[in-house]
């Protein structure tokens, strides 16, 4: 099911986009088979079930880390993530900052940016993310990459409502794509998009999709 699936999605998923194939929630055996079917980026939202899928499951995969994550928990993960999509504060940033240095590596990050109505969600808004790029705080994070940006829209059926919220996103992705090229070279990323979503967010300019259930079918939990 898992190869049938990830094999219909591919066909509509641009070369040019990247794909998360988001494992939270599903077992090591289902991942194996989304990797023998060639996936090689997986995407989880906790900690805990992160670490300890890395070291069950083979080293070439890249992990992606998704979900909201705390101060306290970033030494777990940063000695082996490919890239953080959920940095929502400075303070994050100096955490992995600081604990990449200790493990000696380079880690990438995405901003994530609040673009959806529901309040519950996490990020960044356009006013605080660009004081934060305009303050100088970043050029003192030596051990971190800022690769771009990650939005989720809100959940809806009103495919407009969900299209001009990335839309709004790419448009300040460009704008600091544009003018901040000194201090964010590597600013390449647009991480948006779902499993009910990604073709409006492939539309609207998604260089990365996170997508879960229409790979591994439907979780219990959110
Ligand atoms: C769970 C999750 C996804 C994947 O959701 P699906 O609707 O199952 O595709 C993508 N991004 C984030 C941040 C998530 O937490």
């Not at 040019?16 to 194939?21: R, Y």
């Not at 109505?117 to 030596?142: A, H, P, R, Y």
């Amino acid at each position: 099911m898992i190869t049938e699936n990830l094999r219909q999605l591919r066909r509509n998923i641009p070369e040019n986009v990247q794909l998360v194939c988001v494992s939270k929630f599903h077992s090591i055996d289902e991942i194996r088979e989304a990797y023998n079917s060639g996936e090689r980026i997986f995407g989880e939202s906790k900690v805990q079930e992160l670490t300890s899928k890395h070291e069950l499951l083979p080293a070439d995969i890249e992990w992606h880390f998704i979900g909201h994550l705390q101060s306290n928990k970033v030494k777990y993960i940063v000695p082996f993530v490919s890239l953080i999509h959920s940095v929502d504060s400075l303070k994050l940033l100096q955490e992995v900052d600081k604990q990449a240095q200790k493990a000696g590596r380079n880690v990438n990050c995405l901003l994530q940016v609040h673009i959806a109505l529901e309040e519950t969600k996490f990020g960044f808004n356009e006013v605080e993310l660009l004081q934060l790029i305009e303050s100088g705080e970043l050029k003192e994070l030596k051990h971190i990459t800022i690769c771009g940006l990650m939005g989720m829209a809100t959940f809806t059926d009103n495919t407009e409502q969900v299209r001009s919220e990335f839309r709004t996103l790419k448009s300040l992705f460009d704008r600091i794509k544009t003018h901040m090229q000194d201090v964010l070279s590597a600013f390449n990323i647009l991480s948006m998009g779902m499993s009910d979503d990604y073709p409006v967010a492939i539309e609207e300019g998604s260089t990365m999709v996170r997508i879960g259930s229409k790979i591994f079918g439907q979780r219990l939990y959110k």
